[in-house]
């Protein structure tokens, strides 16, 4: 390894080929003697989105009460209190200079959406309306909650509504705001691909906005969405919890790419020890392969009809990654649930005799208990290095082996849900969100082992998610839900990528292109020639 990691080599004790030349100078701020550095500060500019792509513990939210004037950077002196002057100093000449400027002589106003949205019912007390009211200093609000469908819940407590409905409430009282700087630390956990088109379109629409000089910066880990919002991007790396560099801008697209490809450019840094790869074509119609299970159309409501599930039969093929999309509220969840057993069907019968391995959406391990303690009452190969290598060390499990259960993180026990599934000896692995809290690295990790160990085991895997690129990079067919959320959905059967993405994508109104570089998708602008095209050929997705 290459020293500077005081705990493990973050890439998994790959040879990192070329040291971060921005560690020879002294960090930006250091919390005390051997605690975390920041390295880089991320460029605020007016009229601009700017994104930071990174693992979470990086230091984003250190370099955001930098920038946001809460804290002033102490450059590397943790003995010394910070002062602007030599701050500016430090960066005069960059593209800081002049919002450092600004802040020195305290002339920025900032909001902020916090990470963890489902901590505010435990600061706030009442109801959506109440907490929104208080945030109209723009005289916006009232589009905010018409564009992100607030509406409907404007009267319920703010500890009674869903993850999604408080995220997008979250996300109106930061933009409600009239500031300079606006941070929003991740706009897409519990929302649906729609919802999140909406949240970037705002964002950008206020970047842009008549006064010209307001600032968004952005963390994000759906790289789709990210793509699609950010002007620029800084890219985060290093080890969390020990150091973080923020590397200068790049283009969103460029960013991206290098992030993809495991090596950044312009700093000569490997990151990664492979790249990340897409198919641009949709993957060849498989020759028919044995099917493991066919079922037949199902129905299932709640209630007297409030909501309404139908099910079109069809079959799951054996060693087959299946992916299901569609929006929030449309009945993925109670589809995995039938199957489960768990939920049984107005109509239709489910007979077969399968073990199914089921992740739930919302992960519920609360246990006391220890990490080692639990995953090894459920895997029989626990502790074998076949284990360690296939589950323990792409999820990341070694270092929180020994806490509790009731201590993780959301990202944590998110990981430590995604392997207890993987272990158990099933005939079916049926995961539902399990990008949810998980950091951008952590996604491309998870992916890889889920992938791996479909592949190795000849397992079969459902696996529901709303990003884009995860169901791209798994799966091999799709099924696909449509109807009206929380009044009925229906369920296609699964169908080749080709088809899917296209239904899928159709509903939606969106289209993808690649870059020209590495495959990747990107959505294209609405209404943009390529939009119109792709459109009109029908290849929402893929092309050729
Ligand atoms: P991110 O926002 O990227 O998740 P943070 O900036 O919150 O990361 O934290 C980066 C690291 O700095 C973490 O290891 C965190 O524990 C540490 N840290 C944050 N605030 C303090 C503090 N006030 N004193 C000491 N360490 C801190
Ligand atoms: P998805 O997973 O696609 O977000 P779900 O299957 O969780 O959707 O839910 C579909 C609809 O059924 C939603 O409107 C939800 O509120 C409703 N619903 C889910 N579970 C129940 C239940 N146990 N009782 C009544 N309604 C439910
Ligand atoms: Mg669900």
Not at 341 to 354: K, N, Q, R, T, W
Request: hydrophobic share 35%; charged share 30%.
């Amino acid at each position: 390894t290459c020293g500077i990691c005081v705990d493990k080599c973050p890439f998994d004790a790959i040879e990192i080929i070329n040291l971060p030349s921005e560690l020879d100078e002294e960090p930006v701020h250091r919390y005390g003697e051997n605690a975390f550095s920041l390295y880089g500060l991320p460029t605020p500019e007016p009229g601009n989105v700017t994104g930071i792509l990174g693992p979470n513990g990086i230091g984003k939210s250190t370099a955001v009460h930098g920038l946001a004037g809460e804290m002033v950077p102490n450059l590397g002196d943790h003995e010394r209190d910070g002062d602007w002057d030599r701050v500016l100093d430090r960066f005069r000449g960059t593209g800081l200079q002049n919002y450092l400027e600004s802040l020195r002589d305290g002339d920025v106003s900032v909001s902020r959406k916090p990470q963890y949205v489902d901590q505010i019912p435990k600061q706030f007390d009442g109801n959506t309306r109440e907490l929104l009211e208080r945030t109209d200093e723009r005289g916006a609000l009232d589009e905010l909650i018409d564009r992100l469908n607030i509406g409907p819940v404007m009267d319920q407590d703010i500890d009674s509504i869903s993850g999604g409905e408080l995220q997008r409430v979250a996300i109106a009282a930061c933009l409600a705001r009239d500031a300079d700087f606006y941070f929003l630390d991740e706009i897409t956990p519990y929302l649906d691909i729609g919802q999140r088109m909406v949240v970037a379109r705002l964002i950008g629409e206020l970047a842009d906005d008549d006064t010209g000089d307001r600032s968004m910066l952005v963390v994000e880990h759906d790289l789709a969405i990210l793509d699609l919002l950010a002007d620029t991007l800084h890219v985060a790396y290093g080890e969390p919890g020990a150091y973080g560099v923020i590397t200068d801008p790049k283009s969103v697209r460029n960013g991206i790419n290098e992030y993809l490809k495991g090596y950044l450019d312009n700093e000569n840094m490997r990151i990664r020890p492979s790249a990340i790869t897409f198919e641009e074509h949709a993957p060849r119609v498989t020759s028919r392969s044995e099917t493991l299970v066919e079922y037949p159309d199902l129905r299932k409501s709640y209630g007297d009809g409030e909501f309404e599930l139908r099910v079109e039969g069809g079959e799951i093929n054996h060693s087959e990654v299946l992916g299901a999309v569609g929006p929030n509220g449309i009945g993925k969840s109670t589809l995995a649930k039938l199957l489960t057993g768990d939920l049984a069907p107005d109509e239709g019968e489910l007979d077969f005799a399968l073990d199914i391995s089921y992740k739930p959406q919302y992960v519920e391990i609360d246990q006391p208990m220890r990490v080692d303690a639990f995953l090894s009452s459920i895997a029989d190969q626990f502790g074998s290095s076949y284990w360690n290598t296939e589950i323990a060390q792409p999820l990341q499990l070694e270092r929180i082996m020994e806490q509790n259960l009731t201590d993780l993180s959301g990202g944590e026990r998110q990981r430590v849900a995604i392997a207890a599934c993987l272990s158990d000896d099933a005939d079916l692995y049926l995961l539902d969100e399990p990008s949810a809290h998980l950091d951008v690295e952590q996604r491309v990790r998870a992916t890889t082992a889920i992938r791996r160990y479909a592949e190795n085991h000849d397992a079969t895997v459902m696996v529901i998610d709303h990003d884009i690129y995860m169901i791209d990079l798994l799966a091999d067919r799709l099924m696909v839900f449509d109807g009206e959320p929380a009044e009925r959905g229906r369920a296609s059967p699964p169908q080749e990528m080709r088809d899917g993405m296209n239904d899928f994508l159709a509903d939606l109104d969106i289209t993808f292109r690649r870059d020209e570089r590495t495959g990747r998708p990107r959505i294209n602008k609405p209404g943009s020639q390529l939009d119109s095209q792709q459109k009109r050929n029908g290849e929402y997705y893929y092309s050729g």
